[in-house]
């Protein structure tokens, strides 16, 4: 355990338990960094009451069980100072020793602080899922990008990751789609498809519809067929859906995420078991014929006039929806993929949608205790006018641009450096996804925020190419000092309180990590890393490490600083899905 803030909660609760009984072991030592010290510890106002003591009175007996000047202490010796301030804080300030040989473990250990899970999982993301019948839009972005960064943290914390990309791939309007597509011919259809025109080919198909009753009537016949599963049909069903699917992984490759074809679990898989779930909820007892559908009435969901609110698992006419399909699908990752905890990264509209579905799965038996499901909310993007993000027409504006569009901006912004045309696209594309991806993961999944790309790709802020020239900026030391970052191993020495502040933002890499992961919060990792780099920079500026003044053992002190930054930042931003360019 290299983490300050770790370690200091579990001395002081041990603390705790020495001065008041082993029942206090377990109080929230309320440890918090300070102005006046490393961390203040509060537990001691907390615990006032409780004890019948005065707060100060109650921190001066923690801080001698902490130090050992209690009569019978026992344990290590406390790693730095504690003072009691005010009406009964505690300040606790760590050694600079303590925080350097802290820094010269983690950087030995190529996992940086980060550890495995003592008890991997078999944890399954539902991410993405693009509406096959529509355009991949802008709205797609933010549950991809998460998604996929929660993806990435648990497989490096060692659990079993199963991605599920939950295409809309199923139902009515594939009626019209399939006898648009036998209209203008496979070829046509194939081409618009595949060129991400699909909401141009669906407006098509959908005036037809409105419009030729002959067409309307074709439709609806199509639908039949579909649902039967005939040859003929699902030859077309699969030939509409192969060349969409080719499309959503040019976005895929651009954006630099990890789907691919073997993670597509669409509505489609679902159709054979819809009848079964509708049949053993009735039978059971949990869903009930109201107004002519089946619904189950999940405890604690009121409408209007405090009436029970309905979870439609069948409606009046057959039909089967939305409901019908995610109670299916909750039940086979439960049952068949064995998830011990299912995360849904879909919209913070769908919050009810979301909650009364827990709450019926759990009724229904099929998603039991010990598995976890949580809905991962996503918030909207905004355009500058505060408003959903579209064109200035009205539309929504397609995937595919608005990346082409940041990497066409990134490359603008790096029209100064002499690099050759590879080179600078390559850097281009690096600089252009990063910032489109920092910007989203910067901050909570739930909030919205405003797309703007000259914030994005500003080399100054909270932003991913700041990040990113960090990293190449600490290569560039590297290579003027003609040495590989993965031998810089000397002993680490706190001398000048720049270096003090890097390393002790260090220790706290791992316990980020595995926060991100435990509340699904990447926005943690992305601001700790931001204030890493922020930390480095004050160091770089304070801290001269080529200079010709600067004596061996400080200069091998400094690179294996700079060197432990640069992995704690790679790693991170890997984790975050955000590309690390070399130079910048």
Known sequence: MTDPQLVLSERVQQALAAAFGTEYSDADPLIRPSQFADYQANVAMSLSKRLRRAPRE?????????????????????????????????????????IAAQAAEILKDPRSGVPLSPSPQTVVIDYSAPNAAKEMHVGHLRTTIVGDALARVHEHLGNKVIRQNHLGDWGTPFGMLIEHLLDIGEEAAVAQLEAGEGNEYYQAARVK???????????????????????????????FMDAT????????TQLGVTLTNEDIAGESMYNHVLAQVC????????????DGALCVFPPGFTGRENQPLPFMIRKGDGGYGYATTDMATIRYRVDDLKADRILYVIGATQALHMSMLFASARMAGWLPDHV????????????????????????????????DEAETRAAAVLADRDYDDATRAEIAHGVGMGAVKYADLSVSHDSEYVFDFDRMLALTGNTGPYLQYATARIRSIFRKADVDPATATGSIVLGHPA???????????????????????PHKLANYLFDTASVFTTFYENCPILRDDVDPATRASRLALAALTLRVLETGLGLLGVPVPERM
């Open 58 to 98: 109650v921190a001066q007996e923690i801080a001698d069980h902490l130090t050992g000047r209690a009569e019978g202490a026992q344990g290590e010796p406390f790693p730095g100072t504690v003072e009691v301030s005010g009406p009964g804080f505690l300040n606790l300030t760590l050694s600079d020793d303590w």
């Open 209 to 239: 519809f409105d419009s030729d009753p002959e067409f309307n009537r074709r439709a609806r016949a199509r639908v039949v067929t579909l649902q039967a599963e005939e040859p003929e049909t699902m030859r077309l069903w699969h030939i």
């Open 245 to 252: 699917v080719r499309y959503f992984n040019k976005v895929y």
């Open 279 to 290: 049949d053993e909820l009735q039978e059971r007892g949990i869903a009930v014929i109201s």
């Open 372 to 403: 976890r499901a949580e809905h991962v909310q996503i918030g909207s993007v905004l355009g500058s006018d505060g408003k959903m993000f579209k064109t200035r027409s009205g539309a929504s504006i397609k995937l595919l641009d608005l990346l």
């Open 499 to 521: 270096e003090r502040a890097l390393a002790l933002q260090l220790l706290g890499f791992g316990s980020v990590v595995e926060e991100m992961a435990e509340g699904s919060v």
